[in-house]
């Protein structure tokens, strides 16, 4: 990790922290400003347009993982570990069509949990709470870690500061300005992130020619850029079936499709996966870089951070660190805001206090997301390596939800008891073939079991599902909450 | 060429003019949202 804090003094990383933290905070209590009621506050007065929305979708799913792991990939898989990491994005394509009818179905819809709610009734409600619960959990905890891990290696700040400030920023900001705060913000942020992959790459590029990197890797490792590379081909299926699960299931997504205008909501997100999918790749290259620039890589994770370094010099690595911060925030906001919005809505609101009114709701779902912060900075703050592989352990869970949510989207058949079977037995299964064959089957085998029981359980339904039980609004009359 | 630089080549240079291009196209779609008043 030295090899890299060399490059960036850590008063020009608490300068940056300042800077970007600051803006992100003002940004938000200007934005949020917008937010008069309960609903502007939670979906940022559902009028969101196509810009803002491809926007926002692609940021989010740009981790600080996508910029981080995707060099690493291709240091480890090659070609194919690039383009592994670039088949996440078919999850947003596949989401496109999913908005579009979830808009149509659920006009005045709050979260992924109310749909599952009233479609699967409250058994299966429960487990899938439970799993988005556990899933967003781990991943705002991997974020923190990460962002904790990388400002210490590109800066040196240490790693309890430099976690705490990006948590206590997106917090602040998430916190005042809602959905509207984080949409924005999260615009500038895609501009950011978009504009450092292509100037680090552009650079890279300039000084290393692209038949250089071939002809060392031919020489030195030729598998990387062997197209029948089992463990890459393997990987790259199972990565498309975890993305399938994070985006179907999760109330980020949720969240953004009831918050877009409905004639927008599938362009939106599929001009984001668009967007999204030659990032990793991007990203992704400069980790085959290494070899042929004589660079040693201690540790693989730093890979992208170190190539940018030693190519570029100080203004590579401060580049690495804005677009790493960018990615970290644009994560972390989405998700507070969106687990704040599922345990107001699904937890408080529909469990624990029905007769909340909006003023009431706007205030739980302040402190929530107070809460959820302080948990994912209590969780970051020991820096348990073993925490991050609770994200790997969540994607046999999220892949067993893929279809009981596609199924309840469109199958009129598809029934509770299926749904809850499909999740409980997928996740079983999945997590049976983590600890047993290996990370990179455990998503995949937890989607095929689960699609196996859903289908047969539709399949023997007689259920006949009626659409228009999903509109809550016109079942209480037509008036919105 | 031999197929696979061919391939990394594509790859890479596709992937860079696409995410500037990306960048660009964002900006254009928010000034026509902001054009339009279609924002949020």
């Given at each position: 990790m030295s090899e890299v804090s060399a490059v960036l003094a850590p008063g020009t990383g608490w300068l940056l922290l300042a800077i970007f933290g600051l803006a992100w905070i003002a940004l938000g209590v200007f934005w949020g400003r917008k937010a008069k009621d309960f609903e502007g506050f939670m979906l940022a007065g559902r009028n969101v347009g196509l810009a803002l929305g491809a926007a926002t979708a692609m940021a989010t799913w740009v981790t600080s993982n996508t910029v981080m792991?995707?060099?690493?990939?291709?240091?480890?898989?090659?070609?194919?570990?690039?383009?592994?990491?670039?088949?996440?994005?078919?999850?947003?394509?596949?989401?496109?069509?999913?908005?579009?009818?979830?808009?149509?179905?659920?006009?005045?819809?709050?979260?992924?949990?109310?749909?599952?709610?009233?479609?699967?009734?409250?058994?299966?409600?429960?487990?899938?709470?439970?799993?988005?619960?556990?899933?967003?959990?781990?991943?705002?905890?991997?974020?923190?870690?990460?962002?904790?891990?990388?400002l210490e290696a590109l800066s040196g700040i240490d790693y309890r500061f430099g976690m705490s400030v990006i948590l206590l920023v997106c917090v602040v900001y998430t916190l005042f300005g809602g959905l509207y705060a984080v949409i924005g913000t999260d615009f500038i942020q895609s501009l950011i992130i978009l504009a450092g992959i292509v100037a680090v790459g552009a650079v890279v590029l300039s000084r290393i020619d692209l038949a250089a990197i071939h002809g060392n890797l031919a020489a030195e490792q030729p598998m990387?850029?062997?197209?029948?590379?089992?463990?890459a081909l393997l990987s790259l299926f199972n990565n498309m079936f975890f993305g399938f699960g994070e985006v179907f299931h999760n109330n980020v997504w949720w969240s953004r499709a009831f918050a877009m205008k409905e004639a927008v909501a599938h362009k939106a997100f599929g001009l984001a996966g668009l967007l999204w999918f030659p990032i990793p790749i991007a990203a992704g290259f400069i980790g085959l870089c290494a070899g042929p620039l004589g660079i040693n890589v201690p540790d693989p994770d730093m890979v992208g951070p170190l190539v940018a370094g030693q190519v570029l010099g100080g203004a590579g690595a401060i580049v690495m660190f804005v677009v790493v911060f960018c990615s970290l925030a644009s994560s972390i906001d989405s998700l507070l805001a969106a687990t704040a919005d599922l345990l107001t809505e699904d937890v408080y609101r529909k469990w624990l206090a029905p007769a909340s009114d909006p003023a009431r709701l706007r205030r739980v779902s302040s402190w929530l997301i107070v809460g959820l912060g302080a948990l994912t900075w209590a969780l970051c703050m020991?820096?348990?390596?073993?925490?991050?592989?609770?994200?790997?352990?969540?994607?046999?869970?999220?892949?067993?939800?893929?279809?009981?949510?596609?199924?309840?989207?469109?199958?009129?058949?598809?029934?509770?008891?299926?749904?809850?079977?499909?999740?409980?037995?997928?996740?079983?299964?999945?997590?049976?073939?983590?600890?047993?064959?290996?990370?990179?089957?455990?998503?995949?085998?937890?989607?095929?079991?689960?699609?196996?029981?859903?289908?047969?359980?539709?399949?023997?339904?007689?259920?006949?599902?009626?659409?228009?039980?999903l509109d809550e609004s016109a079942a209480a009359g037509g008036g919105s909450r | 060429m031999t197929f696979s630089q061919t391939v990394l080549a594509v790859l890479v240079y596709g992937a860079l003019a696409a995410s500037a291009a990306g960048g660009l196209l964002l900006l254009v779609l928010l000034a026509l949202d902001v054009k339009n008043e279609r924002i949020w």
């Open positions: 792991l995707a060099p690493k990939f291709a240091l480890q898989m090659g070609v194919w570990g690039m383009l592994a990491y670039s088949t996440a994005s078919f999850g947003l394509f596949l989401f496109a069509p999913m908005a579009r009818r979830i808009r149509r179905l659920m006009p005045r819809g709050f979260t992924s949990g109310d749909f599952i709610r009233l479609r699967f009734g409250r058994p299966a409600w429960a487990v899938f709470l439970l799993i988005s619960f556990v899933y967003s959990m781990a991943w705002l905890v991997s974020m923190g870690m990460a962002g904790g891990i990388v990387l850029l062997s197209v029948l590379m089992p463990v020991p820096r348990l390596g073993d925490l991050i592989q609770v994200l790997f352990l969540s994607g046999p869970l999220v892949a067993s939800a893929i279809w009981p949510v596609v199924g309840g989207l469109f199958w009129r058949k598809a029934s509770g008891p299926a749904a809850l079977a499909a999740m409980l037995a997928g996740s079983a299964a999945g997590l049976t073939a983590y600890f047993t064959l290996g990370w990179f089957t455990a998503s995949l085998i937890s989607a095929a079991v689960s699609a196996a029981v859903m289908a047969l359980g539709t399949v023997m339904s007689k259920a006949r599902f009626d659409w228009s039980a | -």
